[in-house]
């Protein structure tokens, strides 16, 4: 059964988030290995931190976010695949029509709303549920891609998801990922990562990924999504996509997976060894 394979981790209802519910275990954290361990340098349990990761679309942010959490034996939070779910919610409801979303209906609609991550022991993922349904793989289509910036240029969407990530990074522990997150959502975050690639690549990348999820996708229609996409997000009036002053620069055009994550790694145990030497 499908289920059993999943725990809870977050579970956000829009309309009643209870912070209780949120289950802090993070997934990986049994499976943190002996080097890394090694290198934190701590006799207690280190202090957690915030590491937020901004940047354009299809750079490659999720897979070191994901990457970086498990090492860290951190939760990953995608904050896009929440624009992503109510994006989706608002087209079954013909909330959008010839790609102009209803601000309306969709400020309205936040309400009927539950968003729910939970952690697939199976994949070593989280996987996003739409009130109660497995939407993973459906917010990731082009429809959804191509509706998502206007949605989530809607000030009292921001708003609202904006209010959940800031709850489920109150115990810190968390590598969040989106266009806002070290700017808005956590200015405060320990780590801010600004992440870059060039054009060609995105594209590339995001065309390989969506062609062996077996979607029928021409280079043309991605190029022209992420500029469109990159066009909105950089130049919306509710917290566009910038570069926070205290980010560092990960232009990953040319990095190996492994690569990408030293970097990152690096710099996220030089600031928790860093906290921890304060503390001691
Ligand atoms: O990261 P992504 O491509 O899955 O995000 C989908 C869209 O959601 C993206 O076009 C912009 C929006 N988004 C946002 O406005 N703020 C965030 N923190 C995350 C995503």
């Known amino acids: 059964m499908e289920s059993r394979c999943y725990s809870q981790v977050f579970n956000l209802t829009l309309n009643n988030f209870d912070n209780n519910n949120v289950n802090r275990i993070a997934p990986s954290s049994r499976k943190r290995n002996l080097s890394l361990q090694k290198r934190i ?49 608002a087209l079954r409801n013909n909330w959008i029509v010839d790609g102009k979303p209803d601000r309306e209906k969709i400020i309205n ?3 009927q709303i539950s968003i729910t991550f939970r952690f697939n022991k199976e994949t ?22 191509n509706n998502v910036s206007p949605v989530s240029a809607i000030k009292e969407v921001r708003q609202a998801m904006v209010k959940l990530q800031r709850q489920i990074g109150k115990k810190k522990g968390i590598v969040m990922d989106g266009r806002d997150i070290g ?14 690639a060039s054009p060609e690549i995105r594209a590339k ?32 009036q509710e917290s566009p996509l910038r570069q926070a002053e205290d980010a560092i620069v990960l232009d ?25 030497e304060g503390r001691n």
């Open 41 to 89: 340098k701590s006799n207690t349990m280190p202090d957690k931190i915030i590491i937020a990761i901004d940047g354009y679309s299809s750079c490659g942010k999720s897979t070191v976010a994901k990457d970086l959490a498990r090492k860290l034996g951190y939760a990953y939070i995608d904050s896009g695949a929440m624009y992503r779910s109510v994006t989706l919610f």
């Open 109 to 111: 609609g936040l309400g």
């Open 124 to 145: 070593g993922q989280n996987t996003t549920f739409l009130n109660g349904e497995n939407v993973e793989e459906r917010i990731r289509g082009l429809d959804v891609s």
């Open 183 to 196: 700017t808005v959502v956590f200015p405060h975050a320990e780590l801010k990562i600004f992440m870059t």
């Open 205 to 236: 990348r995001r065309y390989d990924e969506l062609v062996a999820k077996g979607q029928q996708v021409s280079m043309e229609e991605i190029i022209a999504n992420i500029n469109e996409r990159d066009y909105i997000d950089q130049n919306r």
């Open 252 to 276: 990953n055009s040319n990095f190996t997976l492994e690569g990408q994550l030293e970097w990152a790694l690096k710099r996220a145990l030089e600031i928790i060894n860093r906290k921890n």
